[in-house]
């Protein structure tokens, strides 16, 4: 099952091939997926490295790469910045300070609180490579062109309401053509809702704004996750995942089409995934996977209809699941890696890497890149006897999801960025 669904993205601006790029958080094909070359297997914290770059501050934010240019989102104190990396040096071209903020980290939950693990900078840039979209914590929402001029911005609570999430709103943007849509998902906790909204993504203007309540309270109602953008016969989908409910809306009027609602639980922080038309979703708080679909072409509830299987026992709270060669692989945050059947939920293998995990692994050259949070990182064949190609401790805190562009790995520890690959 090899998800490589290129039609997810409409290039706009300068037209390279998607393995010149990684345009968004879970990259050109919106799955984790890493088209063309073969990233490298054997690295170290010298061995392979091109260069290794610091930034100013820290998040959790995954860089988008267009060809020669990587933008990267930051908090330095209470400064909100944005910067443009060159990917042959890695130096820092231009940064710019988008807006100012500071995490809470004591009181009450939501408006305003966060964990310790991320802050204002968790939300990943997007970039169709004539501009860039950054999102932060604060509400904050900006669009600059390739050489850090800005276009427009404005601010979420301000237009939209609080945010009322309980540990720090961190969704990404995803473009659709010419809109750049957004999701709020969180507790109704003192005025705070959950919406839906795209906007013109030249312009900032409001071209639909639809609100998703499906009756969660408290925490139940929070989730972390980035929409998936799903092109099929002539339509496209936004899949969404919160409140218990994964559901799809029409990307060019905001219309609900479909809902599935098997799900339990608790928040969502490990997003969905979807391959070959199936939405494979992790319920909230280390809950069950389900597998939902196929989902092309579907409409109204098909929660009796389209669940195929279901499969529960210490799964992931924050990485997401990948999906290769007709199998699932995951990894939980006490660092405990599956494979499991995609057909069926089957179990192939169960180990433990080590550490705890946060990041999102990256699927290339018929192997799977896991990143523990201490940095150790683990390459592993994708398949159903498990076969580690390579490990390396890389020293560093981990938990933003790598990236990699024309063969070449990102990695984003705390406090550098990591070009992994051949020194030309």
């Keep these: 099952m090899q998800a490589l669904a290129l039609s997810l993205i409409v290039w706009s601006g300068p037209t390279p091939t998607p393995?010149?790029?990684?345009?968004?958080?879970?990259?050109?094909?919106?799955?984790?997926?890493?088209?063309?070359?073969?990233?490298?297997?054997?690295?170290?914290?010298?061995?392979?490295?091109?260069?290794?770059?610091?930034?100013?501050?820290?998040?959790?934010?995954?860089?988008?790469?267009?060809?020669d240019a990587i933008f990267l989102t930051t908090q330095d104190n209470d400064r909100l910045l944005f910067l443009r990396i060159d990917r042959l040096t890695g130096k820092t071209a231009w940064e710019r300070q988008v807006g100012k903020g500071v995490p809470r980290r004591t009181g009450k939950q939501g408006n305003g609180m966060f964990r310790d693990e991320h802050n204002m900078a968790s939300p990943s840039p997007v970039t169709d490579g004539k501009h860039v979209?950054?999102?932060?914590?604060?509400?904050?929402?900006?669009?600059?062109?390739?050489?850090?001029?800005?276009?427009?911005?404005?601010?979420?609570?301000?237009?939209?309401?609080?945010?009322?999430?309980?540990?720090?709103?961190?969704?990404?943007?995803?473009?659709?053509?010419?809109?750049?849509?957004?999701?709020?998902?969180?507790?109704?906790?003192?005025?705070?809702?959950?919406?839906?909204?795209?906007?013109?993504?030249?312009?900032?203007?409001?071209?639909?704004?639809?609100?998703?309540?499906?009756?969660?309270k408290d925490e139940p109602a929070d989730s972390y996750v980035t929409p998936i953008v799903y092109r099929h016969d002539g339509r496209v989908d936004i899949i969404v995942f919160g409140a218990?409910?994964?559901?799809?809306?029409?990307?060019?009027?905001?219309?609900?089409?479909?809902?599935?609602?098997?799900?339990?639980?608790?928040?969502?922080?490990?997003?969905?995934?979807?391959?070959?038309?199936?939405?494979?979703?992790?319920?909230?708080?280390?809950?069950?996977?389900?597998?939902?679909?196929?989902?092309?072409?579907?409409?109204?509830?098909?929660?009796?209809?389209?669940?195929?299987?279901?499969?529960?026992?210490?799964?992931?709270?924050?990485?997401?699941?990948?999906?290769?060669?007709?199998?699932?692989?995951?990894?939980?945050?006490?660092?405990?890696?599956?494979?499991?059947?995609?057909?069926?939920?089957?179990?192939?293998?169960?180990?433990?890497l080590g550490d705890q995990h946060r990041a999102t692994p990256l699927i290339s050259g018929g192997n799977v890149y896991f990143v523990s949070k201490a940095g150790k990182a683990t390459v592993i064949e994708a398949a159903k006897t498990l076969k580690i190609v390579h490990q390396c401790e890389m020293g560093e805190e981990v938990i933003a999801s790598p990236a990699a562009a024309a063969g070449d790995l990102y990695i984003r520890t705390k406090g550098r960025l990591y070009r992994i690959g051949e020194k030309k």
């Design 244 to 352: 218990n409910v994964l559901d799809a809306y029409d990307a060019f009027t905001g219309k609900r089409l479909w809902l599935s609602k098997p799900f339990g639980g608790n928040r969502v922080i490990s997003s969905a995934t979807l391959a070959d038309g199936t939405v494979y979703a992790i319920q909230g708080m280390k809950g069950v996977l389900y597998a939902v679909g196929p989902v092309k072409d579907v409409k109204d509830d098909i929660t009796k209809t389209h669940v195929r299987w279901k499969v529960s026992g210490a799964l992931p709270d924050a990485s997401s699941p990948v999906v290769t060669n007709g199998l699932v692989f995951m990894v939980n945050n006490d660092g405990i890696a599956f494979c499991l059947d995609a057909a069926s939920g089957k179990e192939h293998w169960k180990e433990r």
């Design 19 to 67: 393995t010149d790029v990684w345009p968004e958080w879970r990259g050109p094909t919106g799955d984790n997926h890493v088209p063309g070359p073969a990233l490298p297997t054997k690295w170290s914290k010298t061995e392979n490295v091109v260069w290794k770059a610091p930034f100013p501050g820290w998040g959790n934010s995954t860089p988008a790469i267009w060809k």
């Design 133 to 216: 979209w950054v999102h932060y914590g604060n509400g904050d929402i900006a669009c600059y062109d390739v050489d850090g001029d800005k276009k427009w911005s404005f601010n979420f609570i301000e237009k939209y309401g609080p945010y009322s999430i309980w540990w720090g709103h961190a969704n990404s943007p995803v473009l659709v053509d010419d809109l750049l849509i957004s999701v709020c998902m969180q507790d109704p906790l003192r005025g705070g809702k959950s919406y839906i909204v795209a906007h013109e993504k030249l312009t900032g203007k409001e071209k639909w704004y639809t609100l998703r309540d499906h009756g969660a």
